[in-house]
């Protein structure tokens, strides 16, 4: 029986490795359905490097409607209007976009990767009011809603795992 045990370990540690490797993500068919409409513009992306403060989220202006691939940096290098829910550690990935609000309404928030999202005004953030997952094969990782009165919003992002990430805001019918 103890001879056998070095043979039964090197078994072991042989196949853990393959055992613990990630299963590949899903390959999507060609003619994966198509986007929403409110959604559409995910598909054409403009690079924006987010601020790091909010005086300065001013240049990282996000229009409703239209989608980032926004740069980020380790969040303690982000100055927050106000404290993240969520803020991560020192190896997590932040920033801070502008989005200015001209009609009351519910906007969804889509982001490309898993990272935390805030909407903030006056310092306070605001609730969300619905949750979930983008459609399959969009990229769109996950959807965050609010209920928004016209103004300027801060869209702060923390605790991510990676240094861009997609962003669009839209406002639902």
């Not at 932040?94 to 969804?108: F, P």
């Not at 990272?115 to 990782?141: L, N, Q």
Request: proline residues 9%.
């Amino acid at each position: 029986m103890l001879r056998s045990l070095p043979a039964l370990a090197l078994c072991a540690f042989l196949v853990t490795p393959a055992c613990a490797q990630e299963s590949p993500a899903p390959k999507c068919p060609e003619d994966a359905a198509p986007l929403p409409a409110e959604l559409s513009a995910w598909t054409a992306p403009k690079p924006l490097t987010a601020a790091t403060r909010p005086e300065d989220a001013g240049k990282a202006e996000i229009a409703v409607g239209a989608a980032v691939k926004a740069q980020l940096v380790h969040t303690p290098e982000v100055t927050y209007a106000a404290r993240p829910t969520k803020p991560g550690g020192g190896v997590a990935y932040g920033g801070l976009l502008h989005v200015a609000i001209a009609e009351a309404g519910t906007y969804r928030v889509a982001l490309g990767n898993a990272s935390w999202v805030d909407v903030v005004k006056g310092g306070e953030k605001i609730e969300s009011v619905g949750h979930g997952g983008g459609p399959a094969c969009s990229g769109i990782r996950k959807i965050v809603n609010y209920s928004l009165q016209k103004g300027d919003y801060f869209v702060q992002l923390s605790a991510g795992a990676e240094a861009q990430t997609g962003v669009l805001v839209v406002k639902l019918p």
